[in-house]
């Protein structure tokens, strides 16, 4: 019913920077809020960043200002722009959003497939 298309994810050099991008599709009728987790090798999946609709934002601890999140909200897209990156920023990266599709009663919690980030020393 919802569908994340996440792209932006790849190879970056300690202190380089890497742009993701994540577009929802489906029968949307509304979006409450888009964000990234994270899931390293060996560790638990964390928050990274979630932008709310009326753009109120949560950072992961030690992220922000280093991750900058935005949203389109006419394109059901969300960015998450990452400077200064270090090898520990090395993850999948997942998109997700909280939606109400057409057809729903209740919001619902989708996530994408994953985009892998590797930060290089």
């Known amino acids: 019913q919802v569908q994340l298309v996440e792209s932006g994810g790849g190879w970056v050099q300690f202190g380089g920077s890497l742009r993701l991008s994540c577009a929802a599709s489906g029968t949307i009728r509304s979006i409450n809020a888009m964000g990234w987790y994270r899931r390293a090798p060996g560790k638990e999946r964390e928050l990274v960043a979630i932008i709310t609709s009326t753009s109120n934002t949560i950072y992961g601890d030690s992220l922000k200002g280093r991750f900058t999140i935005s949203r389109d909200n006419a394109k059901n897209t969300v960015y998450l722009q990452m400077n200064s990156l270090k090898p520990e920023d090395t993850a999948v990266y997942y998109c997700?959003?909280?939606?109400?599709?057409?057809?729903?009663?209740?919001?619902?919690?989708?996530w994408g497939q994953g985009t892998q980030v590797t930060v290089s020393s």
């Open positions: 997700y959003t909280r939606a109400l599709v057409a057809t729903g009663s209740r919001l619902q919690d989708y």
